[in-house]
C-alpha cells in the first residue's frame, strides 16, 4: 500500500489574504486541486489522506473531494497548530499492519506542480532499499550564514554553493521509518518541536536515517508570498510548465 499524505492546512497570513492559499485560484482551478490531481491520476498512489484544519473539513469533502471525484481520498483529517503537528496527524490515520509494502509520501498542497515523474522516482527509490528521500533541486544563489550584530545583519560564512540542494515535496519513506522517528519526537519539548522544518529532519534527527535527494523542477516552487502566485500564473499557463 502507497499512502500520499496532502497537507492543506496552510493560513493565507503571508500571502496577505484571508483565503487559505490551497484554496486560493490559480488559472480557474484551486491551489490544492492541482496537487491532487496527480497524486490521484498516479498509478503508483493507493490512497491519499488529505490533512487541513479542522473548520474546513466539510467544505473539501463537498466541494473538493465529492465535487471533483477525487476517489482515493479515503481520509481527511484535522491538522494541528505546526505542519509537524499535521503530518503526525495524518500518519496516526495509517495502520501500520495494512501489507508488506508500506511507503508513504508526504507533499505541500502549496506545491501546485508536482509531477507523476516526481511520485514514481521518490516510490522507486524506496523500493531499492532506501528508508527516506526527497525531492530537490541545487540552490542557484551564493548563501551565507549571518548574525546579528549592532541591528545590522552580517553575514559570517559563505558555505560552497555545490554542496547544498534546496529541499522540495514530496518526500518519501517507509512506513516504519517516518512513523518511529515521528514516535521519538511525541517526547522533546515543544521548542524543540517548533524548529522542525519538514520530514526529512525528523528522520534524521529522531530515527538516524539520512535522505537520499533526488531531481525534482525549479517549478515546484512554494507558494507562500504574492509575489509566488505570480510566477505560479505563468507556470500554470504555460502548456510545458511540468518539465522546465
Known sequence: MI?????AGGSGNRMQTETPKQLMELNGKK???WSLEVFEKSRLIDDIILVTRKEDIPFFRSEIVDRYGYRKVRRICPGG?????????????????EDEERIVLIHDSARPFVTERMIEDSVNCIRDGFKACTVGVPVKDTIK???????????????ERSKLYIIQTPQTFSLNTIKKAYKRLEAVDEQTRSKV?????????YAGVTSVIIPGAYTNIKLTTPEDMVVAGAFAASDNHLVF
Open 3 to 7: 499512502h500520499a499524505i496532502l497537507l
Open 31 to 33: 491551489v490544492v486541486c
Open 81 to 97: 497548530e505546526r505542519r509537524v503537528d499535521s503530518v503526525e496527524n495524518g500518519l496516526n490515520t495509517i495502520n501500520e499492519d
Open 145 to 159: 550564514k549571518v548574525t546579528e550584530s549592532g541591528g545590522h545583519v552580517i553575514g559570517t560564512d559563505t558555505p
Open 197 to 205: 522544518t519538514d520530514d526529512t529532519m525528523v528522520v534524521e534527527q
